[in-house]
């Protein structure tokens, strides 16, 4: 069955420092990865996603992430953090066709102003 | 912009009792998911809906759980006889298409308490 690990659960950083959140899957198999975020009181909204073509994609609010195969992993950065990116991260997979998320335990940001 | 609404946003209840909760997709969506969280766990899937039927449940969805499209709207969790673990929030989701490319779209949750 596969799995995701997000090795960070808490991460402080202050305005302006750069950001990188770890995302490591098993499976043997063609995945498709996604990033979700969690703002305090939301619902969970779509960060990004890949499903084919260029590992490196880009998402909503300056976020991208990376896409390697041979890692299985797909780490979420943003270049500058704002107070506003406080919440909580989740990286999730699934498999090609397939209907299932498969969720990470999540990183909650906090950015201190 | 068009969201999953879920009622109630709290749901209280007593073991053994059974409980429904509400979800209404989004409008143009054909498929219909239901998710859980743990406090302090990871979210997980439990059920996914496709044309009146279940195309596909986890470990987790046993028989005191199921899934309802009652109408053209609205797509309901039904616990029969609830557990203290049943606690937990439930996150209902819909998608335009299966699989890739189609993104999954969150409620905001129906928090479960079983006393």
């Known amino acids: 069955a596969q799995s995701v690990s997000q090795h960070n659960h808490h991460v402080i950083l202050s305005e302006a420092a750069s950001l990188e959140l770890g995302c490591n899957y098993s499976?043997?198999?063609?995945?498709?990865l996604f990033w979700y975020v969690q703002y305090p009181g939301q619902h969970l909204q779509l960060l990004l996603k890949y499903f084919s073509g260029d590992p490196l994609v880009k998402g909503i609010k300056g976020f991208e992430a990376e896409f390697i195969k041979s890692k299985f992993s797909f780490n979420l950065r943003k270049p500058s953090v704002q107070w506003s990116d406080t919440a909580e991260y989740f990286c999730?997979?699934?498999?090609?066709?397939?209907?299932?998320?498969?969720f990470g335990g999540g990183t909650r940001l906090m950015v201190k102003p | 912009e068009p969201e999953v609404t879920q009622t109630p946003s709290h749901q209280v209840t007593q073991m053994g009792q059974e409980v429904i909760l509400h979800c209404v997709p989004i409008s143009n969506h054909l498929y219909f998911y239901w998710y859980r969280q743990i406090l302090g766990q990871k979210v997980e899937f439990l059920v996914s809906f496709y044309n009146n039927e279940i195309s596909e449940k986890s470990e987790i969805f046993d028989d005191q759980f199921s899934v309802e499209r009652p109408d053209g709207s609205n797509f309901t969790l039904k616990i029969r006889s609830t557990k203290l673990e049943d606690s937990a929030m439930y996150f209902c989701a819909s998608s335009e298409t299966s699989g890739a490319p189609g993104e999954q779209f969150f409620g905001p949750g129906t928090r479960l308490t079983v006393l």
């Open positions: 999730a997979v699934i498999k090609n066709a397939g209907n299932m998320l498969t």
């Open positions: 499976y043997g198999g063609t995945v498709n």
